[in-house]
């Protein structure tokens, strides 16, 4: 397997949201291969829920939750943690929806930004919503929410005689990164009495960084859940995503089964603000892999420190990469000229394009060129096999964009070599392609 | 974090439906680590989800699937292949389901034994069916479902104006490891164009098991999907659950939301009976850990033969343990005389009630001594630390059995010197507490 593999650690592998894992990472892969336990329910694996439940309130702490109100879980990846909130969300407000069913009421309708990950998508053929129910918001040429036209979209929801139950404010987007105003959105969900998700699976982990995090963060302590994936920009091993709630009990709430051949009748009492021991209630799943002792040993090991390091390194270069492009701007165009955080997006600018005028004269005309250079460079990117990066298009404010390089700049051993390497390689072949 | 866990590697540890792994089961997560794959899409791990797919069809042949025509994926455990299914039944009978939702439409049914895992009930509340669309159809005395009685029900939901669209035959229930009759059920789900699923979970290890597995699994090539978790039964690290489909493109039809930054077009044509090679599409997550290596790894080095020993040896194991409490049958009684494969059911009755007509003149009574006798024994166990065995209450033809023992012969190491400790513990603290 190994000699064949796509190499997750070369610092070129740039093609997704996570990079290489570290030597902390294998060893507590290693470590749960060992003690095969299940986070489901707490006595087969005390220790491990102990450090799962002290992990979340550590997290829940960063981003302005009360630790000892706050809960969470992991689920096996950001969609399965948006998943889970979408049902959530919906579970708490409605509680008798989980015997009725949805047949017979009202069409329940969420509100994502147009870049929103499409895990709500997702989330809606499984919920029984339909993703018609799913109402995109337009985003700004940065690729945030437009929350001034959110306000209109969930009265016209309302005047169709829909239930909006949930907002879902992203915190660094898949394609560009971009953070849409927590806050803003905050207000408008408390007043439309609204469950505020962030889908903080990328950007979440900025937390870590002083730099930068606090304000691309602010407002995240409103949030009824935030989900942050640890195995995106802080190299814990796939899979590592935390569901977190402002009140302990919502999942358990939301999610138990009342199993009793599993989960048993506690002894003592408890507390409506306890968190729940047995974690496998809160999920939509039965055992479940502790995956939050890979965050746990990697924090303990490297430190808000080492994270803040790390990720103050992947800013610096995603900020030189930003500049070499626009140094280069006659053969290159960014998407969005200051990248937020880590994913720089930029076209290829075709010599045949470059210096006329289609781009005013045949607007698609230039755009279809656009898209058609990355693609072909890329299939030669790939069939060289020296640098990952992939393409995407993109809805930015109802306009659809061509397809575009999209670079991570998240691998830990990235230099700056790597980085001029790889703006070189893509002109190089792309004056090939042009010749 | 390891001296003071839960060893699961113990032979005593006989608490849940997995066990101990094995030195290959710990170096395919240490592989998994290194990797940090991601078999969501073929080119980031093309040799990973070449043996995920591979994997899936050496299964799926097993249980009499075409190889050439099956699919499937692996899920983070068997809840979630579960309700994978449960989604997928839906969405492939009824496609504008996926847009539209559920509000406004018929409800939707689903035919489960009353001894089928609670992973139904939450997929029930997630997918928006709602708990009460569960039909549960009573068992017989050996925990199978009365498929007799099937058909009334099925009717009657019809009649009540509702869609029923999917019934589960459970191979291996959770508590007493009791088999439905696939093929019985098969019948009527063609009958009434229902989707077949069968949750093998548990029981659908023992395919490779040539004494007992044909006989116990009859009729699985007839079922549109099927659960199985080698993690289980066959020694494979948390968390490992296939979800196979007698067609490959059944779970990506259903379940793939076209994000095109991420699944990009292929190059070539593609039949319709192709197995869609970027294996995220048919997830209802993003990112997937490449489980299937895990179970590759134990194939090849264990091999069919490698495991058939362990199940042989562990239904050898159950067969002893039955006999030694039929041998002390004034001490215990067996929820099942005669268990169908590895979960070995039974009461201790307590010295007070063992001898008089209470059973007759207040069964009531009766059956609340039987099961406080059983958490005060379990209470007992637990502290003392030496063995790991939980208990259940159950339904068994729609009625309330007291808390009993469920011993799960699975672990590999398990050997009669346990089994026999394991017999004179219960009896020694049954006889303390008597006294």
Redesign the interface.
């Known amino acids: 397997?190994?000699p064949?593999?796509?190499r997750?650690?070369n610092p070129r592998f740039m093609?997704?949201l996570?990079a290489?894992?570290n030597p902390i990472?294998?060893?507590?892969?290693?470590?749960?291969?060992?003690?095969?336990?299940?986070c489901h329910v707490f006595?087969?694996?005390?220790?491990?829920s102990l450090?799962e439940m002290t992990t979340v309130r550590e997290l829940g702490k960063l981003f302005g939750y009360q630790a000892d109100r706050c809960g969470g879980i992991t689920n096996?990846?950001?969609?399965?943690s948006n998943?889970v909130a979408t049902?959530t969300a919906?579970?708490i407000q409605f509680p008798h929806?989980?015997?009725?069913?949805?047949?017979?009421?009202?069409?329940?309708t969420l509100f994502v930004s147009e870049q929103s990950?499409?895990?709500f998508?997702?989330a809606?053929?499984?919920?029984?919503?339909?993703?018609?129910?799913v109402i995109s918001v337009p985003c700004d040429t940065k690729g945030r929410m437009r929350v001034d036209l959110l306000d209109g979209l969930v009265r016209a929801s309302l005047d169709r005689g829909e239930q909006p139950f949930m907002v879902v404010a992203t915190a660094g987007t898949?394609?560009l990164g971009a953070f849409d105003p927590i806050e803003a959105i905050a207000t408008l969900a408390q007043t439309y009495n609204l469950w505020l998700h962030v889908d903080a699976s990328w950007g979440g982990n900025l937390i870590f960084s002083r730099k930068r995090g606090p304000a691309l963060l602010r407002g995240t302590y409103q949030a009824d859940s935030i989900t942050i994936n640890p195995?995106k920009m802080l190299g814990v091993?796939?899979?590592c995503s935390f569901l977190l709630t402002r009140e302990a009990r919502a999942l358990a709430q939301?999610?138990t089964?009342e199993?009793?051949?599993?989960f048993?009748e506690p002894d003592g009492d408890q507390d409506a603000n306890d968190y729940p021991v047995d974690l496998g209630e809160s999920s939509?799943?039965?055992?479940?892999?502790p995956d939050a002792?890979k965050m746990f040993l990697a924090w303990k090991y490297y430190g808000t420190d080492g994270f803040e390091a790390r990720l103050d390194r992947a800013l610096t270069n995603a900020q030189y990469l930003t500049g070499q492009l626009r140094k280069r701007s006659a053969q290159f165009r960014l998407v969005v000229e200051d990248p937020a955080s880590l994913n720089v997006c930029f076209w290829y600018i075709p010599l045949a394009v470059r210096y006329d005028q289609l781009e005013l004269t045949d607007p698609t005309e230039f755009r279809r060129r656009l898209g058609e250079a990355t693609r072909s460079i890329h299939r030669q990117l790939?069939q060289d096999g020296q640098i990952?990066i992939?393409?995407?298009?993109?809805m930015v404010d109802s306009v659809q964009l061509p397809d575009f390089f999209?670079a991570v700049v998240n691998p830990p051993n990235l230099t700056v070599v790597d980085l001029d390497f790889i703006v070189d390689e893509i002109e190089r072949i792309g004056a090939m392609l042009d010749a």
Request: charged residues 15%.
């Open positions: 397997t190994l064949t593999s796509v997750s650690w093609d997704k996570y290489t894992t990472g294998v060893l507590s892969e290693l470590l749960l291969g060992l003690l095969n336990g299940n006595h087969v694996s005390p220790v491990l450090i096996p990846g950001g969609a399965m998943l049902v919906r579970n929806l989980k015997e009725q069913g949805l047949a017979g009421g009202p069409r329940l990950h499409y895990s998508i997702k809606a053929f499984a919920t029984g919503i339909g993703s018609r129910q898949t394609v195995h091993p796939l899979q939301s999610n089964a199993a009793h051949y599993l048993h939509l799943g039965c055992g479940r892999r002792l790939r990952m992939d393409y995407s298009p993109l999209r």
